[in-house]
Nanobody
Framework: QVEVVESGGGLVQAGGSLRLSCTAS????????MGWFRQAPGKEREAISC????????YVTDSVKGRFTIYRENAKNTLYLQMNSLQPDDTAMYYC???????????????????????WGQGTQVTVSS
């Protein structure tokens, strides 16, 4: 049984930082590309960043480029999202997803992991106060 679990969300002031973590069990972690997505109340889900199986290729959406960094530690079955210079517009539920698809991180993010089997976590809330 595959389980994807996000953690690390919370309340932070504007300009602050958070690091989100995502652990995946029940699968061979380094066989899966991973990604972070978010959804704010009343808004559509947004792709934030995706990363290849090995971690050597990443995609980051323009709205967070230079502020957010995605990386993974395959030995720990863990994906991370380092978020710096957080702004109130970053307030959202953040979701982690895993897919066996071989497409590039850019494609995986653009298509919300729709190509091939994917697994999603329940999300972790990030709230940024002004």
């Amino acid at each position: 049984q595959v389980e994807v679990v996000e953690s690390g969300g919370g309340l932070v002031q504007a300009g602050g930082s958070l690091r989100l973590s995502c652990t995946a069990s029940g699968l061979t972690f380094n066989d899966y590309a991973m990604g972070w997505f978010r959804q704010a109340p009343g808004k559509e889900r947004e792709a934030i960043s995706c990363i290849s199986r090995s971690g050597d290729t990443t995609y980051v959406t323009d709205s967070v480029k230079g502020r957010f960094t995605i990386y993974r530690e395959n030995a720990k079955n863990t994906l991370y999202l380092q978020m710096n210079s957080l702004q109130p517009d970053d307030t959202a539920m953040y979701y982690c997803a895993a897919t066996v698809s071989l497409y590039s991180p850019a494609v995986l993010c653009a298509e919300f992991m729709a190509r091939g089997r994917s697994y999603w976590g329940q999300g972790t809330q990030v709230t940024v106060s002004s």
